[in-house]
C-alpha cells in the first residue's frame, strides 16, 4: 500500500511527511530565488566591468548617486524577506505544536544511541511509527547537546541535556529512513591499530553492531513507517518483554516507572505540600493537573515536562495564582532520571 508521494530528486530526499511538500517548496524557492538574483547580479556586474574598464581614450566617470533607484533595491528585498519570514514562521508553528491526539514516543539520547520508549513502556533502539497518524516525540538527552534528524520526514529537532524538547510529524507512506544525530557530539575512538571502532554485519537495515561503534557518527538508527496493524503488532511485542520483567517484580528497560514517582513524592517530601486527590494544601494539587493551562503571576502555563522540570528546580519561577512562593528548589537533590519518574506520576494521576 505505499502511495506514491514525491520521490527523492537530484537535491533531496524522498516526501514521506505531510510538511515535506512545503519544507521543500519553500527551499526550492529560495534556491532558485539565490540563482536568479546570483545571475542577475554577478552578469551585471561582469557586463559593467567590462563595458566600463579604463582603456586609451575612455575616461572612466563615476555615475553618482541615484536616489529612486537605491530606494528600489533597498525596499524590494525587504517585501521578499518579509515573505520568507512568514512562510518559515508558519512551517516553525505548524512543526512545534502537535495535534492533540498524537502518539506520544519518548526519545532518549545519550552518547552514541538512540531509545525509543513507546506508551505501554517497552522501549527499543529503533523507530516504529504508524502510517497516517500523528507522533510526537517528547525528547531528552543525558549528556551532551544532539540533534534528531530524519530527511525523509524532514524534521531535525535539538535534543539538549536539561530540558525536554518535542517534535511531531505525520508519515504519509508506509517505508524507512535513517535516523541521524545531527549535532556533532564526540568523537570517535579507533582501534590500537587505527581499525574503525565497528563491525560489519550482513543485516542491511543495521548494517553496523551500533555497540562497537563510538562517537557522533555511530549515533545512527532507523525509522520504519508500518501500517497500523504491523505497528501495533511491534508495540505488544515490546510490552510483552515488558510484563515478563514486571511478572518478575522488575521495571521494564527504559520505562519510567509511575510507581517510583510515587516513592520519590513521599520520600522527598512533595506529599506533605501536594496531594493527589484535589484538595488544596499549600501547593496545587496533582490530580488532573497535568496538561492543564494553569493561571500563574508570569501568565498562562502548560503543565506539561519543562513546566514541572522547572517547577521543581526553580520553584518561584512561575507561581500558580492563588499560592504562596514558598516552595524550596530541589536543585542539586534530585536527578534527571528522578525527575523523568515524578513527571510519569503526575501524568498517571489524569
Ligand atoms: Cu549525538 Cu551527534
Not at 502537535?98 to 506508551?119: H, L, T
Not at 549535532?183 to 554485519?201: A, D, K, M, V
Not at 537495515?205 to 501500517?227: I, K
Amino acid at each position: 500500500m505505499n502511495e506514491q508521494n514525491a520521490p527523492a530528486t537530484y537535491q533531496l530526499p524522498p516526501q514521506m511527511s505531510t510538511v515535506a511538500a512545503e519544507v521543500d517548496w519553500l527551499y526550492y524557492f529560495i534556491y532558485w530565488l539565490s540563482v536568479v538574483l546570483f545571475v542577475a547580479i554577478v552578469g551585471a556586474m561582469i557586463y559593467w566591468a567590462i563595458k566600463y574598464r579604463e582603456r586609451p581614450g575612455h575616461k572612466a566617470e563615476p555615475t553618482g548617486h541615484n536616489l529612486p533607484l537605491e530606494l528600489a533595491w533597498t525596499i524590494a528585498p525587504i517585501f521578499i524577506l518579509v515573505f520568507l519570514f512568514h512562510k518559515g514562521f508558519q512551517g516553525y508553528l505548524d512543526m512545534t505544536i502537535a495535534p492533540p491526539n498524537a502518539i506520544e514516543i519518548r526519545v532518549n539520547a545519550k552518547q552514541w544511541s538512540w531509545e525509543f520508549v513507546y506508551p505501554n513502556g517497552g522501549s527499543s533502539d529503533k523507530l516504529h511509527v504508524p502510517v497516517h497518524k500523528p507522533v510526537k516525540l517528547v525528547m531528552a538527552s543525558a549528556d551532551v547537546l544532539h540533534s534528531f534528524f530524519v530527511p525523509a520526514l524532514r524534521i531535525k529537532r535539538d535534543v539538549v541535556p536539561g530540558m525536554y524538547t518535542t517534535v511531531w510529524f505525520e508519515a504519509t507512506q508506509t517505508g524507512k529512513d535513517d535516523i541521524a544525530c545531527a549535532e556533532y557530539c564526540g568523537g570517535r575512538s579507533e582501534g590500537p591499530g587505527g581499525e574503525l571502532p565497528y563491525e560489519p554485519t550482513n543485516d542491511p537495515d543495521n548494517p553496523y553492531v551500533s555497540g562497537q561503534m563510538t562517537g557522533h557518527w555511530a549515533m545512527h538508527s532507523r525509522v520504519y513507517v508500518e501500517l497500523q496493524e504491523d505497528f501495533d503488532k511491534f508495540v505488544k511485542s515490546i510490552g510483552d518483554k515488558c510484563d515478563a520483567y514486571r511478572s518478575e517484580g522488575k521495571i521494564c528497560p527504559g520505562e519510567v516507572a509511575a510507581a517510583e514517582g510515587q516513592k520519590l513524592s513521599v520520600s522527598k517530601g512533595c506529599v506533605a505540600c501536594h496531594t493527589t486527590t484535589g484538595m488544596r494544601l499549600v501547593g496545587p494539587s496533582w490530580k488532573d493537573i497535568w496538561g492543564k493551562e494553569e493561571s500563574t503571576d508570569k501568565g498562562d502555563v502548560l503543565v506539561d515536562e519543562n513546566y514541572i522540570r522547572e517547577s521543581i528546580l526553580a520553584p518561584q519561577a512561575k507561581i500558580v495564582t492563588g499560592f504562596q512562593a514558598v516552595m524550596p528548589t530541589f536543585s542539586g537533590q534530585i536527578s534527571d532520571p528522578e525527575i523523568d519518574e515524578l513527571i510519569a506520576y503526575i501524568k498517571s494521576l489524569k
